[in-house]
């Protein structure tokens, strides 16, 4: 529990990190380092309809 | 991040996001149809920079009658989009009025797609008829007002959620209407986490 709490305290800390750089850091800069990990997941993604559709049944019990 | 904000809309440009042109695109479709809309959730910490993505844009839409929401649909289809999870258009209808949503992706594709709801809750009218606007390379969107968006998410609570709500918090502190977000906090029964995360 400890340790999970933890992890949590740092993943709040790289998000706050992060959200810094985004506040100090033109626009344009930022914004096309977020567009290749956001492009190159959208291009890689499965579009198995039936597969996604049975994970959120899943998921959602 | 250069952006002015006055409360009520929030201008910036960026360099747009394939998801970003989609959600632009779909947008475009229901401003023709003239229903209000509203997008909430994961998305929009993305479009202020969050360093994820997501599978889906969940949006709120007026509860509309089922000769335009044919209308709406129609248009979809013709426009290149298709529903994930309806065998047809008075099936996507009835999972609506069930209180149920519905997925809409372009064709080919399921992933991202387009969660659709009628408003059931107060914080889902909340963000319906007072949306923050936003005007992203002068095309405009509308998604829940940042003071919700916050609360909300920590209402969800889960570590994505979470981390949503404080890169939004840390965007835009400076801001934000501390008071309307403690009171929506306070109805979301959130305040003691809001605190504990500094966030009020």
Redesign the interface.
Known sequence: MASSKRD?EE??GF??L???Y???????K???Q??L???S??KS?????KL??RVKKLVTR | MDFDYDGKTLKFDKELSDLDKLVLDFVGLIKRLRIRYVIVSGYVSILFGRSRTTEDIDLYMDKLKLENFLKFFSLLNRKGYWAVDSESAEDAFDRLQNGLSIRMAKKDTVIPNFEIKFPKKEMDFLSLDSPLKVLINNNRLLVSPLEVQIPFKVWLGSEKDMEDAAHIYELFKEKLDKGKMRSIAKGLRVEREMTKHGFI
């Open positions: 949590m993943r709040i998000i706050k992060w959200a810094n985004v506040k100090n850091t033109p626009n344009s930022w914004s096309r977020q567009n990990l956001i492009n997941v959208m993604a499965s579009q198995d309809a996604y559709l």
